[in-house]
């Protein structure tokens, strides 16, 4: 059974900074592509940045430069780092891990207050 358990959300104020974990079980963790996606209320799911097992990284523009995805495939767990946040970054926050399939967390709440 997959699972991938986030944590790290909640409220903060703007200019401050988030790390958001997933916790991956139930896949072989390194044969995965790793991402972060966020959906802001009445918007389509995005993604955010995803991360190759090698390490490659990808970032949408509207992140490049304050937020950073890494991974640690000896814990089988991703990050992002989120800082100068915006209140525009606000939304509920999904990892995946995508392979031949995408499975996704459950999302955590993300809100950013000007």
């Known amino acids: 059974q997959v699972q991938l358990v986030e944590s790290g959300g909640g409220l903060v104020q703007a200019g401050g900074s988030l790390r958001l974990s997933c916790a991956a079980s139930?896949?072989?963790?390194?044969?995965?592509?790793m991402a972060w996606y966020r959906q802001a209320p009445g918007k389509q799911r995005e993604l955010v940045a995803n991360?190759?097992?090698?390490?490659?990284?990808n970032y949408a523009d509207s992140v490049k430069g304050r937020f950073t995805i890494s991974r640690d495939n000896a814990k089988n767990t991703v990050y992002l780092q989120m800082g100068s946040l915006k209140p525009e970054d606000t939304a509920v926050y999904y990892c995946a891990a995508e392979f031949e399939w995408r499975y996704w967390g459950q999302g955590t709440q993300v809100t950013v207050s000007s």
């Open positions: 139930g896949i072989i963790f390194s044969d995965y592509v």
């Open positions: 991360i190759t097992s090698g390490g490659r990284r």
